[in-house]
DNA sequence: ACCTGAACACCGTTCAAGT
DNA sequence: ACCTGAACACCGTTCAAGT
């Protein structure tokens, strides 16, 4: 009598994440997920403990995917120009993936597992060890970390009211980084 | 044939704000918010127009505070020192409401409106044109209010899982931004 | 072992009917 | 002019009944 799976878990996040990354996360519902992998809502639940994990395993994907982006931008050996590369491979993933990158910090989802945030992070710590020295690099990278996700953040969400050249603004920033944490006459930590 | 009205906009959204600042913006429902000021749900939107707008009118209560905080903290006179004062304000606020300071940066609420949002930033502004100069200021206080939203929305999320000192990488943060912003010898905008 | 319809407790919102 | 109950179209989730 036993039925045979109609589904499997990774076409459910597939198609969650389909869903997140056209209309955001707010459009993703049991129903519209189940419609998208031919089955009835109730059925979801023997893939996913709920709707929470299903949003955390699409986070995952996506702290993956960034962690990927970032790995590849960040490999010249020159620790100022890795952390340039890895300022604009941020910022261009959360623009090509506008919907789906909030995910990664927004405070209604849990964000995604250890694993794959530290998956993330690793290009980023391994450039601020270089750049800062090992005594300084997790205060870079926390740094450098919170300032781009900050300004990433508001630019999707139109913060940026007061003119000015937002382009600009980045790229002072990005180059006040790049002298400002690896230049070690700066206060000490 | 006129009723009277049995409760008022501001009180509806003190009702509000309470809610969020309690439970946060998940809990806020026209329900609860109802049942607060003493009046059926439909009630409500006699006066506002829909949830969306009570979010909004939350959001510009929390600016209108965090920008009193900021202009009481930034006072000093010597930049460096109202730029650390900013920043521990900043945080201090968020720490004081990390419920409802979400709203401020949230991609899920519209976030406060244009004059709210300009209140909040007028101290932030101020100090950075005494610090890095008039040309600077704007391109120095996206760096600093990117940077510390950043860092708060992430310490908020429990986000800093690798060990070290949170403590130490906000001052290390905030030592840099103070010497790093008012330096013109580095890179030009 | 998995899928399903039905049901439950919620949402936001609209609207005709009351006063 | 405002308040209300009833209703509508949604949610997430549970569960007994089917195969």
């Keep these: 009598m036993p039925a045979p799976p109609r589904t499997t878990t990774t076409a459910v996040v597939e198609a969650a994440r389909a869903i997140v990354e056209r209309e955001g996360l707010e459009a993703l519902t049991m129903q519209r997920v189940a419609d998208q992998v031919g089955v009835r809502a ?107 996700s900050g300004f990433v953040s508001m630019e999707l969400a139109g913060a940026f009211q007061l003119g000015g050249d937002v382009e600009q603004a980045w790229g002072y920033a990005v180059e006040r980084l790049a002298s400002g944490l690896g230049d070690s006459s700066r206060p000490a930590s």
Aim: proline residues 7%; positive net charge; aromatic residues 6%.
């Design 42 to 148: 109730p059925s979801l639940y023997k893939r996913v403990r709920d709707r929470a994990a299903l949003v955390r395993l699409v986070a995952d994907q996506v702290a993956l995917e960034l962690g990927e982006r970032l790995d590849r931008a960040a490999g010249s050996g020159d620790p100022q120009a890795d952390l340039r590369a890895l300022a604009s491979g941020f910022r261009e993933f959360a623009r090509a993936h506008p919907k789906s990158y909030p995910l990664l910090f927004d405070p209604r989802s849990t964000g995604p597992s250890p694993e794959a945030r530290d998956r993330a992070v690793a290009a980023v710590l391994r450039v601020c060890a270089d750049l800062a020295g090992p005594d300084d690099a997790l205060h870079a990278a926390r740094m450098l970390t919170a300032w781009a």
